[in-house]
């Protein structure tokens, strides 16, 4: 429903987050950025436009309109990304899905969640900070934790293995699901469903 608003207003922004550049493309760090990707594809557009730090685009999904981006500011600066997209379109926190990886799951286990802390993720935590708010939805996709918690960057920005590659590609597709539940029948429902 449009309350007299531009026809370029946005009803959601579905952030995938990650780090720009091929160095980093198939990376642990890059599950947001190969979702959004994956939803890019699936709608046939292609997330080559600039602006707000980032490369987006906006589509029709699950009976919205949605601006769909990857911030291009590296991750621990996600926030600025984020926060920039949104108050062009003045979209509001519970709006601003975020998808992105997490160690404390297993290998392509899914978890929804409506708002919550950064649980060490930095790209969260920055979001969190330029909001002002951690009331924002968000699907995380599980990466596992390195044996060794030293390992911990080189972790992140290492390459899954073959086999955890292939289940990974999987939790994509879940986890455009996810979205997409979210976003028609909102977090409870998306929940009950994907965790």
């Excluded at 995938?16 to 947001?32: C, D, I, V």
């Excluded at 926060?83 to 926190?93: D, G, H, I, T």
Aim: glycine fraction near 10%.
């Amino acid at each position: 429903m449009s309350f007299g608003m531009k026809s370029s207003a946005v009803d959601w922004l579905i952030v995938g987050l990650g780090n720009p550049g091929s160095k980093y493309e198939h990376t642990r760090h890059n599950m947001g950025f190969l979702t959004v990707d994956l939803l890019a594809e699936k709608l046939g557009v292609k997330l080559n436009k600039v602006k707000f730090k980032a490369a987006y685009n906006i589509v029709n999904f699950a009976g919205c309109k949605c601006l769909v981006m990857k911030p291009q500011t590296y991750m621990n600066l996600s926030g600025e990304a984020v926060r920039e997209a949104a108050q062009f379109y003045k979209v509001p926190a519970d709006h601003i899905l975020v998808i992105y990886d997490d160690i404390s799951l297993p290998v392509g286990k899914l978890r929804v969640r409506p708002s919550g802390s950064a649980g060490g993720h930095n790209g969260i935590k920055n979001i969190i900070a330029h909001l002002g708010t951690q009331d924002f939805p968000r699907v995380k996709i599980g990466v596992a934790a390195p044996g060794d918690a030293d390992d911990m960057i080189d972790w992140v920005i290492g390459v899954p293995s073959q086999a955890e590659r292939k289940i990974l590609a999987q939790s994509f597709e879940k986890a455009i699901d996810a979205a997409e539940c979210i976003i028609i029948d909102g977090c409870q429902k998306a929940m009950n469903g994907f965790n």
